[in-house]
């Protein structure tokens, strides 16, 4: 059981770039979000979503989309690089408000 | 504003030592509060999750309490371990919310 799968693990682009960062589980979770933690803050919230072509904005979500197509997959997009974007991204899922989340590993974003 | 507030920032201990590590919070409706434990370089992971209802919940080693007249919780980790050694992240969400605050943790280092 993979549990919650993020790729790819590091990436360094340019300002101005863009990219998808991956996110895909297989507990079928309804809910999905995406965090970006920051050294000497806690984890806030980018995007997320409470079940397939669900998604809403959390409270950092300037910069990113995101689409929910499949209970599986939960893509994170960066439309247009910024090195304020630089960062760790967690991806985590769980089965409803109350259930346990589980987080990916993380993807670390360096933004030049 | 929800806020949730960790202490201390950081903790050196000797192996085989208890320790307590606290959080306060502001969130309001309280749904439930959750501490989680972050490896150097992983994604959090679950330690207990604790509603309005419930004072104490145990995970091996680890006790954690809460008192939702004061908005305090503690998490006491008995006879630590080397293994033990991350970041403890205090997480609170809202009823009502699909959102989570979460603390900017404790970083526990124990000592052989």
């Known amino acids: 059981n993979a549990g919650v799968t993020q790729t790819p693990k590091f990436q360094v682009l340019k300002t101005g770039q863009s990219m998808t960062l991956q996110c895909a589980q297989d507990?079928?979770?309804?809910?999905m979000s995406w965090y970006r933690q920051d050294p000497g803050m806690g984890l806030r919230l980018i995007h997320y979503s409470v079940g397939a072509g669900i998604t809403d904005q959390g409270e950092v979500p300037n910069g990113y989309n995101v689409s929910r197509s499949t209970t599986e997959d939960f893509p994170l997009r960066l439309l247009s690089a910024a090195p304020s974007q630089t960062s760790v991204y967690f991806c985590a899922s769980s089965s409803g408000v109350g259930g346990i989340q589980y987080f990916g590993a993380g993807t670390r974003l360096s933004v030049l | 504003k929800n806020q949730v507030e960790q202490s201390p920032q950081s903790l050196i201990i000797l192996e085989g030592k208890n320790c307590t590590l606290q959080c306060n919070y502001t969130v309001s409706p309280f749904s439930n509060l959750r501490w989680y434990k972050q490896d150097t370089g992983r994604g959090p992971v679950s330690l207990t999750i604790m509603t309005f209802s419930e004072n104490t919940k145990s995970n091996g080693r680890y006790t954690a309490t809460l008192d939702a007249d004061t908005k305090q919780s503690s998490l006491h980790i008995t006879a630590s371990q080397l293994s033990d050694s991350a970041s403890y992240i205090c997480v609170v969400s809202a009823t009502g919310t699909y959102k989570y605050i979460f603390g900017t943790g404790t970083r526990l280092k124990v000592l052989a």
């Open positions: 507990m079928n979770h309804e809910y």
